[in-house]
Antibody
């Protein structure tokens, strides 16, 4: 049973960097064929996929176009977790942020989710 | 970007009735790479259906998915009290996108 536990601040000032971490139990961040994803949900934008990281002989990242220039995802194999960094945040980045697993790289639907963290940019 | 449009926005039904939720895609999903999620208030989304018609692990058989091309449907055959929630479709034919949701409420 995969469990994802999110941590990070709920309040970030405009222009600063949002950093969140997703700790994995019951699976490995470096297992081949699985991707580890960040999504967010807000009343104005709905559910939105932000990006993913995965390991396939080396690490790869993919990002949604609208956040690509501001976003980074890093995996830490020693702690079995992955992290989101979103730079230069604005109030429009206020949302509930989720981490999630997609068990297949070619068919990224999300079968396990973190509990969500409410992030306010103010 | 593939845009998903869900209808209706809100569906009011009674327990025991049948619910039919629709999801339309702006482009053909040639592989039927479409998933459905349920989100209860204050909870995270829960995967119900993937690949348009495959039930996820532990999902009751009253939930079924169908469709192809640009038109997809989630059917709940006999509504239970715990089924009243918001439902989202998601495509993964290209970079993942979600519909805006259908709220299923008790009539």
């Amino acid at each position: 049973q995969v469990q994802l536990q999110q941590s990070g601040p709920g309040l970030v000032k405009p222009s600063q960097t949002l950093s969140l971490t997703c700790a994995i139990s019951g699976d490995s961040v470096s297992v081949s064929g699985v991707s580890w994803n960040w999504l967010r949900q807000s009343p104005s934008r709905g559910l939105e996929w932000l990006g993913r990281t995965y390991y396939r002989s080396r690490w790869f990242n993919d990002y949604e176009v609208s956040v690509k220039s501001r976003m980074g995802i890093i995996a830490d194999t020693s702690k079995n977790h992955f992290s989101l960094q979103l730079n230069s945040v604005t109030p429009e980045d206020s949302a509930v942020y989720f981490c999630a697993r997609a068990r297949d790289l070619t068919t990224p639907f999300f079968d396990s989710w973190g509990q969500g963290i409410v992030v306010t940019v103010s | 970007e593939i845009v998903l449009t869900q209808s209706p926005g809100t569906l009011s039904l009674s327990p025991g009735h049948r619910a039919t939720l629709s999801c339309g895609a702006s482009q053909t999903l040639s592989n039927s790479f479409l998933a459905w999620y349920q989100q209860r208030p204050g909870q995270t989304p829960r995967l119900l259906i993937y690949d348009a018609s495959s039930r996820a692990t532990g999902i009751p058989d009253r939930f079924s998915g169908s469709g192809s091309g640009t038109d997809f449907t989630l059917t709940i055959s006999r509504l239970e009290p715990e089924d009243f929630a918001v439902y989202y479709c998601q495509q993964y034919e290209t970079s993942p996108t979600f519909g805006q949701g259908t709220r299923l409420e008790i009539k």
